[in-house]
């Protein structure tokens, strides 16, 4: 009976381990992630004066102000403004935009159009399809559906 229990306690041990190992080893379990430092780069920045007071200006020193470019001078990013062709009609008929703006017509009617201006032409649109170009000068482009002549327009590109 003793050697019956041995051989069970053997027994019991040998199917613990096996319960115990999921058939990966440790050595494949063992990720060290490897970190590659990161180094900034340097901006050279010209070595600046210190003027304390008005009293220490010397011949070659000029004091400088603080200066603000208005926003009007900064240029703007350009932007798309959207006209629906809808019943027969361009929605709005007449828009303001900026050089480099663009504008893109969609037809949003079951009938084809065709918009048509002294420096492009959408081609056919139909339901659905949109046509965009971007102004580049400025000026006054006066534009109508070739399709559909009542259908008028205008663009207005100012500066």
Known sequence: MRREYIIFIILLWILAEGC????????DLAVTPVETPVVPAEVPQAPAEIVENPENYTSNQTPVENVTVPEAEIPAEPKTVEVKIEDFAFNPDSVTISPGDTVRWTNLDLFTHKVTGPDFSSGTLRDGDSYGFTFTREGTYRYYCSIHASMEGVVIVEG
């Open 20 to 27: 115990a190992e999921n058939g990966v080893e440790e050595s």
